[in-house]
């Protein structure tokens, strides 16, 4: 069944390029990005691994853990990052998991039969500290990710889980934010002391809060 908002993120225990790893525990108190790959060797996967590994800081700056799967075996995972840290100038440093039985595709529905029987689309999800689902985003195989959306999305996720915000259209750091419906009008000034716009009595803007 198709994993939504909100639901817990399933468990599971597998082999990675890092070694074994149960996924609950290897994520800990970090927030995590978990994303699959059609298949090892090919193009479009071999580029968004080494944009990963390019961004590892940017990761490690918001306490956030990346996995990657991809239904080949580890010593096809082992060959194939030695051609992404060639061609992509990068040092993959994070887990690659083995998943030739499907598990985790499966658990997390990432096999989409009507693009494909066998290999995965490419599946996105974004699970919070409390091991929950936060967001998912889902490509077809033919579109690489865009990594600053993919950053974009866990810093309006840890945003909005500390203020009683969203993030508007387009909305990268520093910029003003939305202050959600549940705020009532007074009790906006001990809330956003940086000050607030009322643009319509529903939509009132603040000042980023954490900034
Ligand atoms: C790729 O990663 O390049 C790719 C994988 C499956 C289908 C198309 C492209």
Partial sequence: MALRIGDDAPNFQVETTEGKIDFHEWLGD????????????????????????????EFASRNTKVLAVSVDDLESHQGWIKDINETQNCEVNFPIIADPDRVVATAYDMIHPNASATATVRSVFFIGPDKKIKASITYPASTGRNFAEIL????????????SVATPADWVQGQDVVITPAVKDEEIPGKF???HTVIKPYLRMTPQPDK
């Fill in 152 to 163: 974009r999305v866990i810093d309006s996720l840890q945003l909005t889980a500390n203020f």
């Fill in 30 to 57: 970090s927030w995590g990005v978990l994303y699959s790959h059609p298949a090892d060797y090919t193009p479009v996967c071999t580029t968004e691994l080494g944009r990963t590994a390019q961004l590892g800081d």
């Fill in 193 to 195: 002391p940086k000050g």
